[in-house]
């Protein structure tokens, strides 16, 4: 069966997300080339510029598509919502460590990263400020202590964090 031009271009997408992906995991965020990623899935560099535009426009393609493999919890329970997250990160441990060294590439200075994680991380405080009835400063403070624990990855994150968060929503109510 003959796939279409919409499903060639996404598995086109999928491999070169995929090898972008090898590539931070195994050598850093600075060995991302549009040629280094193209030959790691099996393409072209051309394909990897037509596909994404530049390398900026590729890592904003991957981060998005880490943000957005968690799927939030249908739930309005703050910590619910916390123990999925933390959940995720033992599930899909190479997204996270990805996601965790492409963040702390960005917060170094990574020009090409910095507007990606600008638009990824207002989307996650606002998330987060959803689950805390509009509270941006609490929902910041909730941001900033998970990606804490994603780049410490600590053996009990969840039940640390769960505990913490639970007597400080408990208290703020």
């Not at 996404?10 to 972008?20: D, G, I, P, S, V």
């Not at 099996?42 to 530049?54: D, L």
Request: glycine letters at 6%; proline letters at 3%; aromatic letters at 6%.
């Amino acid at each position: 069966m003959r796939r279409t031009q919409a499903e060639r271009r996404a598995q086109t997408e999928r491999r070169l997300l995929e090898a972008t992906m090898e590539i931070v995991a195994s050598r850093g965020v600075r060995a991302v080339t549009l040629a280094a990623v193209g030959e790691a899935a099996g393409y072209s560099r051309g394909i990897v510029t037509h596909q994404f535009g530049s390398r900026q426009g590729l890592l904003d393609a991957l981060t998005l598509e880490l943000q957005n493999r968690f799927v939030p919890p249908e739930t309005d329970d703050v910590l619910e919502f916390v123990d999925a997250y933390l959940a995720a990160f033992e599930e899909r441990p190479l997204d996270t460590r990805v996601y965790a060294v492409l963040w702390a590439e960005a917060q170094a200075g990574d020009v090409d990263l910095l507007p990606a994680f600008e638009a990824r991380d207002a989307r996650f405080r606002a998330t987060m400020a959803g689950y805390l009835d509009g509270d941006e400063a609490m929902a910041a403070v909730v941001v900033a202590l998970l990606r804490g624990v994603a780049l410490m990855q600590p053996e009990d994150a969840r039940a640390q964090v769960r505990a913490l968060l639970a007597r400080g929503v408990a208290s703020s109510t």
